[in-house]
């Protein structure tokens, strides 16, 4: 029988690995992450996911470049101007900040990276194009953590789309979207730093027990009978209509 105490102790234990050495990893845990992956739930059952695996050095330099322009332009000053989130020390906050800077510059420098993506054709991506693939990628990062690998889930490339997914040699009607570095951490697995749910009361009201539920007719009667009665209008010179006079009762 599965223990599934493991599977909660990895998930609390998944801490984004930044630093990697660049020892190579084995072919077998590689193939142990995508079985991972393509175990995940998705749209229909189509598998449209594509997981490229990226050891080329050229191919990753090449990425990289993008990846750097987007940390210089974008990712970098815009930390500039943030504050840390609730429960984060500053101190915190500078050394996560110093991992993303060691890793921008250090991106190609992972032994493997898995290119997440989706063969969309044609259509355009929407909002719910990522729920095929990213169940993939954070079963791609539990098993890379239950291998004792290190690994953290980044988008940054897509900043340069276009330019990134050329350097990567993507076919047309393929399109990423996470780049995953795998190697074997430099640092130590610990708990992740998040804050805990707080359950709250949903917010409905509770059904009437004195009475039962009108149903759409009634309460529009009830609309019509609030509302204010206009007065007839009489044309000027016009007599008062009479009713006619009724005759005597006939029986069959």
Known sequence: MADYDDLFEIM????AMRRLHPDPVPDELIRKILL????????GNTQRWRFLVIKDTKIKQAVQVWYKKAFDEVVGPRYLKSTP?????REQYNRQHAAVEYLTDHFHE???WIVACLEEGAA???RGSGASIYPAVQNMLLAARALGLGA?????????????????GLPP??????????????????????APPRPRPPRTREPRVDAPPRSPRSRARRRRARRPRRARRI????????RPALGPASHP
């Open 124 to 126: 355009q991506p929407t």
């Open 235 to 242: 044309p000027p010179n016009s007599a008062p209509a009479t």
């Open 173 to 194: 009607g393929v399109r990423s979207y996470a780049i995953l570095p795998i190697g074997y951490p430099m640092g130590k697995f610990g708990p992740v730093g998040r």
């Open 110 to 112: 992972a032994p493997v």
């Open 12 to 15: 609390k234990n998944m801490r």
């Open 152 to 168: 953290t889930l980044t988008t940054r490339h897509l900043l340069y789309e276009k330019e990134a997914e050329a350097a990567l």
């Open 85 to 89: 989130p609730p429960g984060v020390s």
């Open 36 to 43: 991972a992956g393509s175990c995940a739930p998705n749209g």
